[in-house]
C-alpha cells in the first residue's frame, strides 16, 4: 500500500531535551519525504524535506534523514524548546501528498 | 503576502444545505490541492488540480463533493447537501510542480466548517 505510520502522541518533554519522532513509509519507488508542523490556531508549514536516499533535511535544529533501507524519516532535535509545542505531521509524495496522523509534542519548562 | 488564501475561515451551515469554499493559490503554482482534516487525524486527500485540469479524485470522496479550478488560478469547493460528518477542516494548497515529486506543499490557514 501507500502509507504514512507515525509513533503516536501526545508526547511530553522537559525543555532541553532530546527528540525524536519516528515516521515510516510504504511505497512504490522512491519518493520524496517531508516533515510538516502545526502550531496551534495555524495552518501546516512545511519543516524540512528530503528528495533521494541518504538526504538529510533539516531547518531550525530539527533533522530527518531519508533512510532507503528502513523506509524511515525519523525528526530529531537535539534541545527542544517551549516554542517547539506543536502538532507534527511526516509525509511522503506519490500521485498527492500523503500524510501521517500526526504527532503532538509539548515541551515544558 | 503571497501565501495561499482561504475564504471564508469558519462556516456553520444547517444540514441539508451547500457551502461553498474559495482557495487562492501562490500565484505563480501550478498545482492545487485540497485536503480535510478532522481532530487528531492527518490531512485527507480529496481533489487536486494540474492548471484547470482535475488529474485526481479521491475515490473515497461522495458525489456531493465538486471542486473547479476554472481558469487555472482560485479554486472552489463545494459540498451539496451537507451532513454533519462533513464537519471539519478543509485545507487548501498550492506547489509549483516541477516535473519530479520535490515541490513542497504550501498550505493556507484553512476553513472549518460545521454542519449543525
Known amino acids: 500500500g501507500n502509507s504514512v505510520t507515525q509513533m503516536e502522541g501526545p508526547v511530553t518533554l522537559s525543555e532541553e531535551a532530546f527528540l525524536t519522532i519516528n515516521c515510516t513509509y510504504t511505497?512504490?519507488?522512491?519518493?520524496?519525504l517531508f516533515w510538516y508542523v502545526q502550531y496551534p490556531g495555524e495552518g501546516l508549514q512545511l519543516l524540512l524535506k528530503?528528495?533521494?536516499?541518504?538526504d538529510k533535511g533539516s531547518n531550525k535544529g530539527f533533522e530527518a534523514t531519508y533512510r532507503k533501507e528502513t523506509t524511515s524519516f525519523h525528526l530529531e532535535k537535539g534541545s527542544v524548546q517551549v516554542s517547539d509545542s506543536a502538532v507534527y505531521f511526516c509525509?511522503?509524495?506519490?500521485?498527492?501528498?500523503?500524510f501521517g496522523t500526526g504527532t503532538s509534542l509539548t515541551v515544558i519548562p | 503576502d503571497t501565501g495561499v488564501s482561504q475564504d471564508p475561515r469558519h462556516k456553520i451551515t444547517k444540514r441539508g444545505q451547500n457551502v461553498t469554499f474559495r482557495c487562492d493559490p501562490i500565484s505563480e503554482h501550478n498545482r492545487l490541492y485540497w485536503y480535510r482534516q478532522t481532530l487528531g487525524q492527518g490531512p485527507e486527500f480529496l481533489t487536486y488540480?494540474?492548471?484547470?485540469?482535475?488529474?485526481?479524485k479521491s475515490r473515497l470522496l461522495s458525489d456531493r463533493f465538486s471542486a473547479e479550478r476554472p481558469k487555472g488560478s482560485f479554486s472552489t469547493l463545494e459540498i451539496q447537501r451537507t451532513e454533519q460528518g462533513d464537519s471539519a477542516m478543509y485545507l487548501c494548497?498550492?506547489?509549483?510542480?516541477?516535473?519530479?515529486?520535490?515541490?513542497?506543499?504550501?498550505f493556507g490557514n484553512g476553513t472549518r466548517l460545521t454542519v449543525t
Open positions: 494548497a498550492s506547489s509549483p510542480y516541477l516535473g519530479d515529486s520535490s515541490s513542497p506543499l504550501h
Open positions: 509525509a511522503r509524495t506519490g500521485n498527492q501528498f500523503y
Open positions: 488540480f494540474q492548471n484547470e485540469a482535475q488529474l485526481e
Open positions: 511505497a512504490t519507488g522512491y519518493p520524496s
Open positions: 528530503a528528495t533521494k536516499a541518504d
